[in-house]
């Protein structure tokens, strides 16, 4: 079974300055998508980007690009210029839409981010 | 706009009250999942779909039904409602089962 880990479950950085997010995943597969979620104080669970591990460009979305190391298995999440919209809880995901149980993500225990002035 | 939505956002109810959740998405997707999410066990699939007449289990299937009669709609259900499905409930939808879309999500209360 899959498993993905976050360790840090809190983490704050100030405003305009860059800070990165850990996440390690354990899969036997060879094929599957790796994603970052976004779940401000609102509750809604946001897309901010995504990776498909047979690709080896790391993916980018504006301010927020990844750091995918397929054979270590590690997915971080930087932000750069950090604004006070970004804080919110972020989740890593993982997905192999060709295994048993059609497209169950599975997820990361999250990491608060608190953006300060 | 391409979106998932979710109804009702915030229902209060009663032990064995049954109730429907609806979820409803534009974009023409194949695949559909109810999640849970819950403090310190964080999300969980509860439901999936692969396409019309087609659904199967997640990991926390007891309690709940699901259909999907249409491409578009796939509501949950909860026949008779305990405390314990007291959650935050996400609708998401995906083309290709890979990059999946979040509904708005539905707090659920059960007294």
């Known amino acids: 079974a899959q498993t993905v880990t976050q360790s840090q479950p809190e983490m704050s950085v100030q405003e305009a300055e860059t800070v990165t997010l850990s996440c390690t995943y354990d899969?036997?597969?060879?094929?599957?998508?790796l994603f970052w979620y976004k779940q401000p104080p609102s509750r809604q669970m946001i897309l901010v980007i995504r990776q498909e591990a047979y690709k080896q460009q790391n993916a980018t979305e504006n301010r927020f690009s990844v750091n995918f190391q397929k054979a270590a298995k590690s997915f971080s999440l930087k932000i750069s210029d950090s604004q006070l919209g970004d804080t919110a809880m972020y989740f890593c995901?993982?997905?192999?839409?060709?295994?048993?149980?059609?497209?169950?993500?599975?997820f990361g225990t999250g990491t608060q981010l608190k953006v300060e002035l | 706009e391409a979106q998932v939505t979710q109804n009702p956002r915030y229902l209060i109810t009663v032990t064995g009250k049954k109730l429907t959740v609806t979820c409803s998405q534009n974009m023409n997707h194949e695949y559909m999942s109810w999640y849970r999410q819950d403090p310190g066990l964080g999300l969980r699939q509860i439901y999936y779909?692969?396409?019309?007449?087609?659904?199967d289990k997640g990991d926390v299937p007891e309690g709940y039904k699901v259909s999907r009669k249409e491409k578009r709609n796939f509501p949950l259900i909860l026949e008779s409602p305990s405390p314990n499905q007291t959650s935050l409930y996400f609708c998401?939808?995906?083309?290709?089962?890979?990059?999946?879309?979040f509904g708005p999500g539905t707090r659920l209360t059960v007294l």
């Open positions: 998401a939808s995906s083309l290709r089962g890979d990059t999946q879309y």
């Open positions: 779909s692969m396409n019309v007449e087609v659904t």
């Open positions: 899969t036997s597969e060879n094929n599957y998508y």
């Open positions: 995901a993982f997905v192999n839409p060709l295994t048993g149980g059609g497209n169950k993500l599975t």
